[in-house]
């Protein structure tokens, strides 16, 4: 079964700017959000993919993705719970590994994350000086529970 190990980390300030690879537009919905399976469609770049995912657990998670026709997928996000998850994905490489900074648009404009996936769950990592707070384990961070509490609604102190 294919595995998705993923740790996910607000960021602490810029530097991670002039090291960006590349980066994309992402637009993605979700057609369930229930906690023991999520289904996304998405669009990235000219390409549309299809993702279902398991229930986490702990930092993983089972994940299936399938590359589908950009206008198949067009026609499925009219289908997804709103709002439509609007990011730009900077992807920055360090050594051997990539992290996926998203800065979101929309209705969650204001987040910023960074992720980085991993071979397992106990390999260690060195976190640049640009990440801080891991959110792992805190839902409200997972891109399917964006959807049904936006950034821009959560109490801000």
């Known amino acids: 079964m294919p595995t998705e190990i993923e740790r996910k980390f607000l960021l602490k300030n ?8 590349r980066s994309y537009i992402l637009k993605q919905g979700y057609l369930s959000t229930q906690p023991e399976r999520s289904v996304r469609v998405r669009i990235k770049g000219g390409k549309g993919i299809l993702t279902i995912k398991g229930k986490t657990e702990g930092i993983a998670r089972a994940e299936y993705e399938y590359e589908i026709p950009v206008v198949e997928a067009n026609e499925l996000l009219q289908l997804c719970e ?5 990011k730009t994905r900077y992807e920055v490489l360090q050594g051997d590994r990539t992290w ?3 800065i979101f648009e929309g209705v ?3 987040l910023s994350m960074a992720e980085i996936e991993l071979k397992s769950e106990k390999e260690t990592l060195e976190a ?4 801080g707070e891991e959110v792992s384990d805190d839902f409200r961070y997972f891109n399917a529970s964006l959807v049904k509490h936006p950034y821009s609604m959560w109490s801000h102190e």
């Open 14 to 21: 810029n530097n991670w700017k002039p090291l960006v690879a």
């Open 82 to 86: 709103k709002p439509i998850i609007e």
């Open 100 to 102: 996926e900074i998203d």
């Open 108 to 110: 969650n404009k204001g």
């Open 128 to 131: 640049p000086d640009w990440i």
